[in-house]
């Protein structure tokens, strides 16, 4: 009997102590959703992952109550702006106000590649252009090339040689633009351009382009403008993102990234892997008859990146970060072609007060071609190139509107290449050539609606007697909604390794030699931009134009049997164009994009013009948006309008009447308009998973006959499906839900 007592009275305990957390008052968050100018934001939805939501009233205001203290994941959406995510804590009753930013307004961006240190968007008078991982997810872009050439007019990928992926961006070449990871350069070129499979957008924050030379800031090879590809950075106590696609031609995607982050130390590593067959190019007669099959080559490629980050105290951190690449491409039953990069690099970052900061950096990229024969499974060296660049950057802030930065850098580059002679044992030469820099910068605002940004870099090469001056000056007018800026920019490109020393016979048969030259002098580029701006909550527009004189152009100059060419500086051009900007958000979810690009560019050889760019083109954008509860769908129709292009190609060689010397012949060929569409609809679940469903080429566009240089390179309508789950945001959600 006293057993029984004792049970009950134990049981009784029991259910109080379950009931007891009942009984607590609930803990409250209160707070208003606004935007950054301030209005409020009615029915903006506030989501608890794995919990209930609410919905803010005419006033913007929410509130929300937890039945228990405890860290939780908070999403706010409203149409049009922004997703807004948050981890909070709460132990008591909190007021907490978010504010959003408008889809189509990214001037609350933070940047970095315009003036090399932390600015908003809307601040900075270097015309720039962000693409978030947002916008990269609404079309379904996994590649550098989709991404831009889906959000910018003016911007071609082709093919050259043995299919070598190039690009024209509004005139200018792969080897005047300057991609960077991060703000590094990159190690590698085929025909003037980098490996553009190296650039893994799986774990992308946002790519920031300047427009107009960057030589000031970033030195050779930024004459015509500086992509910067920013990656994430852990920024949670844990992450995993998986994700996997397939598409036609048996496009096989994987990836992981996987974050920590515990207060001091973080870590982010990412690893991708790619595999997609060869497929043909068919180009055809006037009757329908197959008359030349091009190869676009198939390969696998394996991408791995590893940073890590320690906070010794507040002001000082260390980051070190590495990478490795390979890509096999599928050149023939007997050869394949080889490609490794390996990258290392430390970053230290010092805020020696609340005005001083100084920056040590060290970065260290090798890339390597290889031939590897599966018959004899012999593999040969073709090329190697190596750089090692160390910076060091001091800013100080006189206030926050008043900043001046001065740097220092060291360039060193060598290369090893089957294009130059060879040595006594049979290998071939390596070359090298070794930079010093400094540059100084000040940024200066006033009032508010006055921005000014002026710099100088001093680049010296060991391949030059003389030091080469880049100046810059950036100004911006400011008074809402409107901005007005204005840049000038000094820009140069000294002349590659293997344009200086090339001795490259083709083929090895002895039919054709290209000879390099040691006396090429720099390419120097002149280039002006004028911008304005206009921002509202719904709406925006924008329009550039600009102009850009380059001389001393190096191009390849052909003997009279045309079996020798050399490099030489032999012209100028001229490339002046118009960007319009127009977005638009609209009632029920739908949002509007719309791009136009006007391009005249002269590059004159031999009195006639050389140039590959398409004088009209244009991109447009229709998306919807609708999200409720754990549900989200985002439906993309995205469409590139290329207008018809006059080329100039030489057709032979004649003798002149009068000087008795071999010229070239020239043959214009036309390149017909196109156009290309893109559907992607994209599925959200429980806020962590992720369905893409996609349809390139949507009305199976193919020309009759292909041009690998200019000219749409798809080979019909494609198919694809993609799943990314965030496996830390699905544990949150079940464990809330339970």
Same mark, same amino acid.
């Given at each position: 009997?006293?057993?029984?007592?004792?049970?009950?009275?134990?049981?009784?305990?029991?259910?109080?102590?379950?009931?007891?957390?009942?009984?607590?008052?609930?803990?409250?968050?209160?707070?208003?959703?606004?935007?950054?100018?301030?209005?409020?934001?009615?029915?903006?939805?506030?989501?608890?992952?794995?919990?209930? +939501?609410?919905?803010?009233?005419?006033?913007?205001?929410?509130?929300?109550?937890f039945a228990r203290p405890g860290t939780y994941k908070i999403s706010i959406r409203y149409m049009g702006y922004h997703p807004y995510d948050a981890v909070i804590s709460i132990h008591k009753d909190t007021a907490v106000d978010f504010v959003m930013e408008p889809e189509h307004n990214q001037l609350g961006e933070v940047v970095v590649t315009g003036t090399r240190t932390p600015k908003m968007l809307k601040d900075i008078p270097v015309v720039t252009t962000v693409i978030s991982?947002?916008?990269?997810?609404?079309?379904?872009?996994?590649?550098?090339?989709?991404?831009?050439?889906?959000?910018?007019?003016?911007? !071609?990928?082709?093919?050259?040689?043995?299919?070598?992926?190039?690009?024209?961006?509004?005139?200018?070449?792969?080897?005047?633009?300057?991609?960077?990871?991060?703000?590094?350069?990159?190690?590698?070129?085929?025909?003037?351009?980098?490996?553009?499979?190296?650039?893994?957008?799986?774990?992308?924050?946002? @790519?920031?382009? @300047?427009?107009?030379?960057?030589?000031?800031?970033?030195?050779?090879?930024?004459?015509?403008?500086?992509?910067?590809?920013?990656?994430?950075?852990?920024?949670?106590?844990?992450?995993?993102?998986?994700?996997?696609?397939?598409?036609?031609?048996?496009?096989?995607?994987?990836?992981?990234?996987?974050?920590?982050?515990?207060?001091?130390?973080?870590? &982010?590593?990412?690893?991708?892997?790619?595999?997609?067959?060869?497929?043909?190019?068919?180009?055809?007669?006037?009757?329908?008859?197959?008359?030349?099959?091009?190869?676009?080559?198939?390969?696998?490629? /394996?991408?791995?990146?590893?940073?890590?980050?320690?906070?010794?105290?507040?002001?000082?951190?260390?980051?070190?970060?590495?990478?490795?690449?390979?890509?096999?491409?599928?050149?023939? !039953?007997?050869?394949?072609?080889?490609?490794?990069?390996?990258?290392?690099?430390?970053?230290?970052?010092?805020?020696?007060?609340?005005?001083?900061?100084?920056?040590?950096?060290?970065?260290?990229?090798?890339?390597?071609?290889?031939?590897?024969?599966?018959?004899?499974?012999? &593999?040969?060296?073709e090329y190697r190139n190596v750089y090692n660049t160390a910076n060091v950057q001091f800013d100080y802030r006189f206030t926050e509107k008043n900043i001046l930065t001065v740097g220092a850098e060291y360039f060193n580059e060598s290369l090893l290449s089957n294009q130059f002679d060879t040595t006594e044992n049979g290998d071939w030469m390596s070359y090298g050539a070794h930079t010093a820099v400094a540059y100084a910068q000040h940024d200066i605002s006033f009032q508010e609606r006055y921005f000014l940004v002026y710099g100088l870099r001093m680049d010296y090469n060991s391949q030059f007697k003389l030091p080469h001056l880049s100046p810059k000056v950036s100004f911006m007018?400011?008074?809402?909604?409107?901005?007005?800026?204005?840049?000038?920019?000094?820009?140069?490109?000294?002349?590659?390794?293997?344009?200086?020393?090339?001795?490259?016979?083709?083929?090895?048969?002895?039919?054709?030699?290209?000879?390099?030259?040691?006396?090429?002098?720099? !390419?120097?580029?002149?280039?002006?931009?004028?911008? /304005?701006?206009?921002?509202?909550?719904?709406?925006?527009?924008?329009?550039?134009?600009?102009?850009?004189?380059?001389?001393?152009?190096?191009?390849?100059?052909?003997?009279?049997?045309?079996?020798?060419?050399?490099?030489?500086?032999?012209?100028?051009?001229?490339?002046?164009?118009?960007?319009?900007?127009?977005?638009?958000?609209?009632?029920?979810?739908?949002?509007?994009?719309?791009?136009?690009?006007? @391009?005249?560019?002269?590059?004159?050889?031999?009195?006639?013009?050389?140039?590959?760019?398409?004088?009209?083109?244009?991109?447009?954008?229709?998306?919807?948006?609708?999200?409720?509860?754990?549900?989200?769908?985002?439906?993309?129709?995205?469409?590139?309008?290329?207008?018809? /292009?006059?080329?100039?190609?030489?057709?032979?060689?004649?003798?002149?009447?009068?000087?008795?010397?071999?010229?070239?012949?020239?043959?214009?060929?036309?390149?017909?308009?196109?156009?290309?569409?893109?559907?992607?609809?994209?599925?959200?679940?429980?806020?962590?998973?992720?369905?893409?469903?996609?349809?390139?080429?949507?009305?199976?566009?193919?020309?009759?006959?292909?041009?690998?240089?200019? +000219?749409? /390179?798809?080979?019909?309508?494609?198919?694809?499906?993609?799943?990314?789950?965030?496996?830390?945001?699905?544990?949150?959600?079940?464990?809330?839900?339970?």
């Amino acid at each position: 009997m006293e057993s029984l007592k004792r049970i009950r009275v134990l049981w009784t305990v029991a259910v109080c102590l379950l009931a007891l957390p009942s009984l607590l008052p609930a803990q409250r968050l209160s707070g208003v959703v606004h935007d950054a100018a301030g209005g409020v934001l009615p029915l903006a939805t506030f989501q608890v992952q794995g919990g209930k +939501g609410a919905v803010t009233d005419v006033d913007g205001r929410f509130q929300y109550r937890f039945a228990r203290p405890g860290t939780y994941k908070i999403s706010i959406r409203y149409m049009g702006y922004h997703p807004y995510d948050a981890v909070i804590s709460i132990h008591k009753d909190t007021a907490v106000d978010f504010v959003m930013e408008p889809e189509h307004n990214q001037l609350g961006e933070v940047v970095v590649t315009g003036t090399r240190t932390p600015k908003m968007l809307k601040d900075i008078p270097v015309v720039t252009t962000v693409i978030s991982e947002r916008e990269i997810e609404k079309t379904g872009s996994m590649t550098i090339a989709d991404v831009l050439q889906t959000e910018i007019p003016g911007v !071609e990928f082709g093919r050259q040689m043995d299919g070598q992926v190039v690009m024209n961006m509004q005139g200018m070449g792969g080897s005047d633009i300057l991609f960077l990871i991060d703000g590094e350069k990159m190690a590698g070129e085929s025909m003037n351009n980098i490996d553009y499979e190296r650039l893994n957008m799986d774990n992308v924050e946002r @790519v920031e382009i @300047v427009r107009g030379a960057g030589s000031a800031l970033y030195g050779s090879n930024a004459v015509g403008g500086v992509v910067n590809i920013i990656t994430k950075e852990a920024d949670e106590p844990w992450s995993l993102n998986l994700n996997g696609r397939y598409g036609s031609h048996n496009e096989q995607r994987y990836g992981a990234t996987l974050g920590f982050n515990r207060g001091k130390f973080s870590s &982010t590593t990412n690893a991708s892997y790619k595999f997609v067959d060869t497929y043909w190019l068919d180009s055809k007669d006037s009757v329908g008859n197959i008359v030349e099959s091009s190869p676009i080559y198939g390969g696998r490629n /394996l991408n791995v990146n590893q940073a890590f980050r320690y906070d010794f105290r507040p002001g000082l951190s260390l980051k070190l970060r590495g990478s490795f690449y390979h890509r096999e491409r599928d050149y023939s !039953e007997t050869r394949k072609n080889r490609y490794y990069d390996g990258s290392a690099g430390a970053t230290l970052n010092y805020e020696i007060n609340d005005k001083a900061h100084l920056r040590f950096n060290y970065a260290f990229d090798l890339y390597n071609k290889n031939n590897f024969y599966p018959v004899t499974e012999l &593999t040969t060296l073709e090329y190697r190139n190596v750089y090692n660049t160390a910076n060091v950057q001091f800013d100080y802030r006189f206030t926050e509107k008043n900043i001046l930065t001065v740097g220092a850098e060291y360039f060193n580059e060598s290369l090893l290449s089957n294009q130059f002679d060879t040595t006594e044992n049979g290998d071939w030469m390596s070359y090298g050539a070794h930079t010093a820099v400094a540059y100084a910068q000040h940024d200066i605002s006033f009032q508010e609606r006055y921005f000014l940004v002026y710099g100088l870099r001093m680049d010296y090469n060991s391949q030059f007697k003389l030091p080469h001056l880049s100046p810059k000056v950036s100004f911006m007018y400011k008074i809402n909604p409107v901005s007005i800026r204005l840049s000038y920019a000094g820009g140069f490109r000294a002349p590659s390794l293997k344009e200086r020393y090339s001795n490259y016979d083709m083929g090895n048969q002895g039919w054709f030699i290209i000879y390099g030259n040691p006396d090429l002098k720099p !390419e120097k580029s002149q280039n002006a931009t004028l911008s /304005l701006e206009y921002a509202r909550k719904s709406a925006s527009f924008t329009a550039t134009g600009y102009y850009s004189y380059t001389r001393d152009k190096i191009t390849t100059v052909y003997n009279e049997r045309q079996d020798t060419a050399f490099y030489r500086n032999v012209y100028s051009s001229h490339t002046a164009g118009f960007d319009a900007n127009l977005m638009f958000k609209l009632p029920y979810g739908f949002g509007l994009k719309l791009s136009y690009s006007y @391009v005249y560019d002269l590059q004159k050889v031999d009195g006639v013009n050389a140039s590959y760019a398409r004088p009209h083109t244009g991109v447009l954008r229709l998306d919807y948006h609708y999200e409720k509860s754990w549900y989200q769908l985002g439906v993309s129709l995205s469409g590139r309008v290329l207008s018809s /292009l006059t080329q100039n190609n030489i057709a032979g060689y004649e003798q002149d009447p009068e000087t008795g010397m071999e010229v070239a012949v020239y043959e214009e060929t036309r390149y017909p308009a196109y156009t290309l569409w893109k559907l992607n609809v994209n599925q959200r679940f429980m806020d962590a998973v992720s369905l893409n469903v996609g349809i390139d080429n949507l009305f199976n566009y193919r020309p009759q006959a292909y041009d690998l240089v200019s +000219g749409s /390179l798809s080979p019909g309508i494609t198919f694809y499906v993609s799943l990314s789950m965030d496996i830390d945001d699905l544990t949150r959600f079940f464990k809330r839900g339970r």
